[in-house]
């Protein structure tokens, strides 16, 4: 069973979501059955490599929101990441275009460590005000995940994985995703949004149904007990 999640590492929602999944998950008996592929996406792809300001400037003067609004937003999420054992420091948040950061997780993919690079941006975007956009960080993250020092520098060399950050993007906008996370099982099902863990089960147990239905064998032929009683 494919799974394929669009999420953007800029996105609150999108690392309380990964937690939420990843508990139904764990929880799947047929898990091991179970092949998930980080997708990416932008929610603001016109974002300046490095934004002079917070995260509360940035949401409040280039999204036009209220500042108390946008703080009674910050709080509402942090209480809900809590609940997953996340920490966030909204007034930490370091502004910064994630576009680089996409294309280090599809390099860390080719290497088998797609997850390990997608919890540590998340991670230390949003729990430890690391700059996603900084050469120095996403080299010293690339390097702690067993990358070679070389193969980080064509991401700032070349554009290499740039094409494939922009497919994934296009191909989400096909599909009709146009907020993240959005969780994809097959390409039959889809789940907007971090849902409960519960909804999360439902979903995988639904869609390991639908491609492993039953198949009866000689159903007709053997001795069976029924509501009226069992037959000679």
């Known amino acids: 069973m494919k799974i394929e999640i669009w999420s953007d590492v800029a996105c609150p929602w999108c690392y309380i979501g990964k937690r939420r999944f990843e508990a139904a998950l764990a929880a799947f008996p047929h898990r091991d059955a179970v092949k998930v592929t980080w997708r990416s996406y932008q929610l603001d792809p016109a974002l300046p490599e490095h934004y002079d300001g917070t995260e509360l400037d940035y949401l409040s003067t280039r999204k036009g929101m209220p500042r108390e609004q946008v703080s009674q937003m910050f709080d509402h999420v942090a209480r809900e990441a809590s609940g997953e054992g996340l920490n966030y420091r909204f007034d930490s948040v370091v502004v910064a275009n994630s576009f680089t950061a996409h294309r280090l997780i599809h390099l860390a993919a080719a290497h088998g460590r797609q997850d390990a690079a997608k919890e540590r941006l998340l991670s230390d975007h ?3 005000g690391k700059d996603i956009g900084s050469r120095e960080y996403l080299t010293s993250l690339a390097m702690e995940l067993g990358i070679g020092r070389a193969e980080v ?12 950050v922009r497919f994934d993007v296009e191909e989400g906008r096909s599909l009709g995703i146009s907020g993240v996370p959005f969780f994809v099982i097959d390409r039959k099902f889809g789940l907007s949004g971090a849902q409960p863990t519960e909804t999360f089960s439902a979903a995988l147990d639904q869609a390991w149904q639908d491609a492993n239905p039953l198949v009866l064998v000689n159903s007709a032929e053997g001795g069976a007990c029924g509501p009226d009683g069992c037959p000679a």
Do not use: G, P
């Open 126 to 128: 949003f729990e430890h």
């Open 153 to 164: 520098d064509e991401l700032f060399t070349t554009d290499k994985y740039a094409d494939d």
